[in-house]
Each structure stands twice: as C-alpha cells, then as structure tokens.
C-alpha cells in the first residue's frame, strides 16, 4: 500500500478531510444514583463528537452531537469552538488547552435531551488522563416554581350592587 493510500489517523468526512490523530477522552463524576459523565472523540485536536450522559435517579439525559451532523453547527476560532444547536435548543462553548477541554452548556434544551422541563448550564471539564471531570452548575435542577397568584384587586361597592351578603 502506498503512502498515499493509507488512512491510518486521517478521517474523512462531509466537510472535507479531517487530519491528526484520533483521541479519546472520557470522564465520569458521581455514584450510580447522580452522576454525570462525557466522552468525547478529537481528531488532530479538534472535537469531532460530544456524549453527554447524566443520571439522577430516577432521570437520566442524553445528548451526543456529532461534528457535521444536521442538528448543530461548528464554528472553529482558535483554540475555541462553538456548537449551536438546531432549533435554538442551546449551544456548547469548547475551549481546548493542551492538557483538557472544557465545555460550557449554554441553556441546553432539557426537555429535547432529558424529558423534563428547564435548561443545562454550566461547564464540564474533562482533563487527559484524569478518570474524573470537573462540575459546575451542570447538574443543578432547580423545578420550576409556579408563577405567583396575581392578587385580585377587592370588589368596588358598584360591583357588589345585588350581591347577598350572607
């Protein structure tokens, strides 16, 4: 096989030719009954696919978003990339370093991903060579109260006109 035919780390894909070698990372936070856990596929570096799982018992949420999918655009700045999600169901900010990636959910959808109401936001960070992400805010759920009773003003004296008062 020539050189020109091997494949070998380069990946193909719809939106042109994908280069660098294919890295895995994946981290959990938690017990069996509340947890939260990623893993997520880089090639050359880059974010190629984000699996979000989370489980608090007795609810669990998925969200896996694959780089040229038709549910999300990328946008590459940098060291930074940016997922908007189709249907204005949130994004994710990435930011790579050398050593982890982190990721910002920005008003992720909950109902889409999860079946309950309210929205993802926070940052996950999972750091090469580390079995353990770094939390904030992610899985915080807070039910939504419902609005306060708007006070009905008191009857005015016309409206009690014909009204018994026993």
Known sequence: MHKAQHKGPQQKRQGGARRGR???LACQLGNEDRQARIAVELI??????????????PRTCS?????????????????????????E???FLIDHSRRAVKFL??????ERFCGMHGKITGSLTVTRGRAQCELEGVMDYFEEQPAPAVPVPPATPAELQGVPLS
């Open 22 to 24: 294919l890295e895995k």
């Open 44 to 57: 050359g570096g880059r974010v190629e696919s984000i699996a979000y799982y989370s489980k608090w018992k």
């Open 63 to 87: 969200v896996h978003i694959v780089r040229d999918d038709a549910y999300s655009k990328w946008e590459d700045t940098g060291h930074v990339t940016v997922v908007t999600l189709n249907e």
């Open 89 to 91: 169901k949130g994004s």
């Open 105 to 110: 959910f920005r008003e992720i959808d909950r």
